[in-house]
């Protein structure tokens, strides 16, 4: 069984760049857009089609057939979120019991709720600071960052709080909730490889 961390991020706190970080300094994997191609695979769904809803809840209009199936109660059509979602799940429950590894979002806390060689963490950072990541890193004015930002919060908030029936962001989910804002990149690696080696 692997030892994985997952991190859940809010928009512009560098959550990303974080585990990528901390991944090499770990000498393991992590998995964020990653997983929607492994997830393609899995349906037999083009990632394309994926990527477009990826990290949305469903939306009852958008309909696709797949060969996937969890269990026998699982559609052969269904919306394409709910498919993504189940292929996923199911991807990243098969990579954490193979693996040591970091998987960034997609309810991977909530997926991985009852492994326990894991440890869950929050990346967070004030309004402010995250527009002046996301202005930097997509060339965008201080106005479309913010819209940027408001509008990707949203989407995940509503897709986590959809498919897990929990609400995105409540730290009692977590074990470690960390203001990105507040470290150097040097100090946060060091500080989430000490989580890591807690992890037996």
């Known amino acids: 069984m692997g030892k994985v961390l997952t991190i859940g991020r809010e928009y512009g706190s560098n959550g990303r760049l974080i ?12 998995y964020d857009r990653e997983l929607i191609g492994m997830a393609a695979k ?11 809803v990826d990290e949305s809840r469903a939306n009852p209009w958008f309909y696709s057939s797949a060969d996937f199936a969890v269990g026998t109660a699982f559609p ?10 189940q292929a996923e799940s199911e991807t990243i429950k098969d990579i954490a019991e193979k693996e040591d590894c970091i998987i960034v979002g997609r309810c991977s806390n909530y997926i991985l709720r009852n492994k326990s060689d894991v440890r869950h963490i929050f990346v967070y950072a004030p309004l402010e600071k ?11 004015s201080e106005k479309k960052a913010q819209v940027a ?18 609400v995105w962001g409540d730290l009692k989910y977590y074990d470690l909730s960390l203001n990105s804002s507040s470290f ?15 992890i037996s």
């Open 19 to 30: 585990a990528q970080n901390l991944a090499q300094h770990l000498g393991i994997k992590f």
């Open 42 to 52: 899995k349906s037999k769904i083009d990632d394309e089609e994926l990527k477009q």
């Open 76 to 85: 052969s059509v269904a919306p394409v979120n709910d498919i993504l979602f």
């Open 130 to 140: 995250r527009i002046a990541t996301v202005q930097e890193r997509d060339a965008l």
């Open 149 to 166: 930002i408001k509008k990707m919060d949203k989407r995940r908030r509503l897709y986590y709080n959809f498919y897990t029936d929990s």
């Open 184 to 198: 150097s990149m040097e100090q946060i690696i060091e500080i989430l490889k000490s989580v890591y080696e807690t």
